[in-house]
């Protein structure tokens, strides 16, 4: 693969293709004497940055999320995950760099699941979605009043549900590829989610194409973003059923589980609903009006073969910003009270633990 790795063990080839003197560097590997010695005390599960605030968080998923990470091959990331693993074992191979590790980090967060360490298929990854996201959102924009046509003429093709269905498919994968793992959820229930989620995509767009036939224009581009958000608020609570019917894994501060709570499931889904809605928001909101405004030029009436790909490449462009935004919005290892937990739950709590557990923790999940 590189030069000088070959009499090495796999699992060390990304750190030994780092080494000075070897010109086949990979461009995401930082040159030599750029980065700080490695040092005894390096935790390197713990947060790079501040995860109590929300600059803190931001850096963290503009960092994990970096949709470039999405075009590395599999066997990049599987060494990544054995130096991560060398190192929680600690056993860091000799000439290893805090920047090296750093890196390792950040392909494993974006690539394997926290709460497995398995790793996530592609398409569901948070790194994927500026460029899924991109071409579906864009899709819908661009055909966001043909399911009209469809009816009206029947030979013609009803986009808008093609649309929906995709992206609802899309959604579906990214809900369960990101859950908390903790719990499971069988096929039925998976199968169940999808199909209530996507018809209540498909009629919200349907319904309101239908009911804004005579509407503003502008009020008729808006209908994609409805359809969005009411289908979120199905999808996410319809794919993770199971912590809500059953309660999702809680522990105390150093990861010693608890027991499981239901209303700690309630407020992380609730949150992660609440940022795929805001992810969607700006492009799906204002996107609309810059189109509505730049279609009045005579040259983009010139050029409407490409209203699909500008919108496809603006979505992008909103899309870098807002998904790592989004999920930072609220903490990934979301907190509530002991005082706010169900009474079977708090009571043995308190019974085993007395004051000294104040606060239970859990992935909410993204």
């Given at each position: 693969m590189f030069a000088g790795v070959f009499s090495v063990p796999r699992r060390y080839r990304l750190v030994e293709a780092a080494r000075p003197g070897l010109q086949d560097q990979p461009p995401w590997i930082s040159p030599p004497g750029t980065v700080m010695a490695l040092t005894s005390t390096f935790d390197i599960d713990a947060p790079r940055w501040d995860q109590s605030t929300f600059m803190g968080r931001l850096k963290h998923f503009f960092n994990i999320t970096d949709w470039r990470t999405?075009?590395?091959?599999?066997?990049?990331?599987?060494?990544a995950k054995a130096l991560v693993e060398s190192c929680r074992a600690g056993s860091v191979p000799p000439g290893t760099t805090e920047e090296q590790l750093h890196y390792a980090k950040k392909l494993y967060d974006s690539a394997f699941h926290p709460d497995t360490g398995d790793r996530m298929n592609l398409i569901g990854r948070m790194s994927f979605q500026v460029p899924g996201g991109m071409a579906i959102t864009g899709a819908m924009l661009q055909f966001y009043r043909h399911v009209l046509d469809g009816l009206v003429f029947p030979g013609r093709s009803p986009a808008v549900v093609f649309w929906q269905w995709v992206n609802q498919s899309f959604n579906a994968l990214v809900n369960y590829t990101n859950r908390n793992a903790a719990s499971s959820i069988t096929p039925k229930q998976i199968g169940v989610a999808y199909v209530t989620a996507t018809s209540t995509a498909l009629a919200t767009a349907v319904g309101l194409n239908l009911y804004t036939k005579r509407a503003p224009p502008l009020v008729a581009r808006w209908v994609p973003f409805v359809a969005v958000a009411a289908a979120n608020c199905v999808n996410i609570p319809m794919m993770r059923q199971q912590e809500i019917l059953n309660g999702i894994a809680v522990t105390d501060e150093n990861g010693n589980k608890l027991g499981h709570s239901k209303k700690a499931a309630a407020k992380g889904i609730t949150q992660v609903v609440i940022s795929r809605i805001t992810m969607a928001a700006p492009g799906m909101i204002i996107l609309p009006i810059i189109m509505q405004r730049l279609e009045k030029y005579k040259f983009m009436q010139r050029i409407t073969y490409l209203h699909g790909p500008i919108q496809v490449m603006m979505v992008g462009v909103f899309l870098v910003f807002m998904v790592p935004a989004a999920c930072s919005l609220f903490p990934q290892k979301c907190s509530?009270?002991?005082?706010?937990?169900?009474?079977?739950?708090r009571d043995a709590i308190l019974s085993k633990h007395g004051d000294g557990v104040q606060s239970v923790y859990f992935n909410k999940g993204l």
């Open positions: 999405a075009l590395l091959p599999d066997s990049r990331l599987d060494e509530i009270a002991v005082s706010k937990l169900e009474p079977e739950l």
